[in-house]
């Protein structure tokens, strides 16, 4: 009988990451949404090409940040393939070019064809490839910066054209500067969580800084539309700046 080969998997806050060999690595994320689209009974409203495009983001954000680059995109809808199923898929697919990839290279995935639905629903997997030494994970240490880039925004307040929020360009900007130690798309959890969630996987803590009274910490940050990075606090303001997204240091990590 032939043994079965079972790679070391490993959770990293919202990513798997299985070890291909000793130089490769699949980072697997996901996200999904529900009650908000186009549909009779959704409680937020939103075209399906929206709906798509954030749903997306969000799992293309987290595969990014800690250094994967998508090969596979899966498409679960919980809608009838056309038209909301199509719409959403438009979505889907042009949040996949803004990496310069063809979606039908990468994108598939599958729709309810056999019962009418009244909300909307749909769940996006996103698998990339990642090279281990690229892996931003366990890079943190005492006297680096932890900062907020974009702000924090969920529901109705979310558009496509925000200049508030951060998207994958953003995130490609800060993957080009090395200095960047560690990347966290905020999402429903709040800033707060998420940053200390971070740090205490590394038994640090956070120094925090006087925090301006219109940004709130434990606010769900919706379909990922801010990001905590870390590293050199001055590396951290000039990558910011090349991104023209709102910066704000929010602290340093210092060993409990």
Known sequence: MRQSIIPITRRHRDTTVIDLD?????????????????????VIPVPGYVLGRFTARVALLEVLAVGGWP??????????PRPTGEEINRGVADEIRVLGIEPGDILTG????N???????????????AEKSALRIG????????????????????????????DLKTA???LDDPDIR??????????FDEASSLAGLYGLQISWREIPPDIDLRKSAGPSTCLLIMGDPAALRAAADKTG???LILGGLYKI
Do not use: M, W, Y
């Not at 974009?150 to 929020?165: A, F, N």
């Not at 560690?182 to 800033?191: A, C, L, T, Y």
């Open 22 to 42: 000793r130089n490769k690595a699949l980072v697997v994320a996901c996200d999904s949404a529900g009650a908000i689209g186009p549909k009779e009974a959704d």
């Open 71 to 80: 090969v596979c995109v899966v498409n679960t809808l919980c809608v009838e």
């Open 110 to 113: 599958s729709a309810e064809k």
């Open 115 to 129: 019962i009418p639905t009244a909300q909307s629903g749909v769940g996006i997997t996103v698998i990339g490839l």
């Open 139 to 166: 890079r943190l240490g005492e006297g680096d910066g932890i900062a907020l880039l974009g702000r924090p925004k969920v529901g109705s307040e979310v558009t496509l054209d925000d200049q508030h929020i951060v």
């Open 172 to 174: 490609c900007v800060l």
């Open 182 to 191: 560690e990347i966290v798309p905020v999402g429903s959890r709040g800033i």
């Open 245 to 247: 997204k709102p910066f």
